[in-house]
C-alpha cells in the first residue's frame, strides 16, 4: 500500500511539470461562421469568439459563442376564399452557445483535432435589421424564448506559427426539437495560444 501511494505522490507531482513544457495553456479566437439550418432551408453566416484551457497536453475545454446575423427568406400562404399567394419576408437570427473539449493529434505547426461540444441554439424571429442591441436583446431574452439543446462532434486543422495561428472547425451541429435536426456548422478564423 505504501509502494502504491508513493508511485501515485511521484506522477501527480510529474503532471505540473508535463504540463508547463507544453506551453500552450490557453487558447483565444474569434471566427466566421457558417450554419446551415436544414430545418427552414437557410444559410446563416455570423460572427463568434472562444476560450479555452488546457485540461491535460493535446486535451483542451473550450467554451464558443457565435451570433448568426439576420438570414431572409419567404414565406407564402394561400387566401382560401381569393385563391391570392402571399408573400412576406421573415427575418430570423440563431446564436450558438457551445462547450466541451478538443483533443488535439501532433505538436507541430499543423494539429488536426476532433470535438464534441454540447450546449444550446437559440432561434429568433425579428423583423428589425441584426444590430448589437438585437444581439444583446437575444441574449437577455435566452432564458424566456426559444431555445433547444444541442451536440456538436466535428474535428478540424489548426496552424500555428509561434503563438498565432489560424483554425478550421467542421461538424454536425444536431439540436433537439420534435426529434433531431442535422445542421452543418462551419467556423474559420485566428486563434492565439499562451
Known amino acids: 500500500m505504501k509502494r502504491f501511494l508513493m508511485l501515485a505522490v511521484c506522477c501527480l507531482a510529474i503532471i505540473p511539470v508535463a504540463w508547463a513544457q507544453e506551453g500552450d495553456h490557453l487558447e483565444v479566437g474569434a471566427f466566421a461562421d457558417y450554419f446551415r439550418s436544414n430545418q427552414t432551408g437557410t444559410n446563416m453566416v455570423g460572427v463568434g469568439g472562444r476560450a479555452g484551457f488546457a485540461l491535460l497536453p493535446h486535451t483542451l475545454f473550450e467554451a464558443e ?51 464534441v461540444k454540447g450546449g444550446f ?8 435589421p441584426a444590430s448589437f442591441d438585437t444581439f444583446t436583446s437575444q441574449l437577455s431574452d435566452l432564458r424566456a424564448h426559444n431555445w433547444n439543446g444541442a451536440v456538436m462532434p466535428g474535428g478540424g486543422i489548426e ?23 442535422h445542421n452543418l456548422k462551419a467556423m474559420f478564423g485566428p486563434v492565439f495560444r499562451f
Do not use: C, I, W
Request: glycine content about 14%; aromatic content about 14%; overall charge negative.
Open 159 to 181: 496552424a500555428k506559427l509561434g503563438p498565432v495561428g489560424l483554425r478550421l472547425d467542421v461538424g454536425d451541429e444536431m439540436y433537439f426539437r420534435n426529434g433531431t435536426h
Open 65 to 115: 459563442m457565435s451570433y448568426d446575423f439576420n438570414q431572409v427568406f419567404s414565406e407564402g400562404f394561400s387566401n382560401t376564399n381569393g385563391g391570392s399567394l402571399t408573400f412576406v419576408n421573415t427575418g430570423v437570427r440563431t446564436l450558438n452557445g457551445l462547450f466541451g473539449p478538443k483533443v488535439e493529434f501532433g505538436h507541430g505547426a499543423v494539429r488536426p483535432f476532433v470535438e
Open 121 to 128: 441554439v437559440n432561434f429568433q424571429f425579428d423583423a428589425r
